[in-house]
C-alpha cells in the first residue's frame, strides 16, 4: 500500500507559494538589471560629452557655443541618473 502524507495539500501550497515567490524575484532582479544597463549606458554618454568636450578645447578656436552646449548635456545627464536611482 502507498503510503499517503496527510499533509500533502499543505506540501502543494507551499510549493506554489514558493514557486511564486522565485518568479517573482527573478523579476525584480531582471528589472533591476535593466536598470543598471540604463544608468550605466547614461554615465556612458556623460564621460563621451567630456571626452568631447576636451577635445574640443584642446583644438581651440572658436568653440565656445559646443562647450556650453555639452556642459547642458552633461548637467541633464545628471539629473537624469539622480532621478533614475
Given amino acids: 500500500m502507498k503510503f499517503k502524507f ?3 495539500s499543505i506540501l502543494k501550497l507551499r510549493k506554489r507559494e ?3 515567490a ?4 527573478q523579476s525584480a532582479q531582471e528589472m533591476v538589471r ?3 544597463s540604463h544608468i550605466e549606458d ?3 554618454k556623460s564621460d563621451n560629452a567630456r571626452a ?3 577635445s574640443l578645447a584642446q583644438q581651440g ?3 565656445a557655443n559646443e562647450l556650453v552646449e555639452i556642459d547642458l548635456f552633461i548637467e541633464g545627464q545628471k539629473l537624469i541618473i539622480q532621478n533614475e536611482r
Fill in 52 to 54: 568631447m568636450a576636451g
Fill in 18 to 20: 514558493q514557486d511564486s
Fill in 34 to 36: 535593466r536598470q543598471l
Fill in 6 to 8: 496527510r499533509l500533502e
Fill in 61 to 63: 578656436g572658436a568653440c
Fill in 42 to 44: 547614461l554615465y556612458q
Fill in 22 to 25: 522565485q518568479n517573482e524575484y
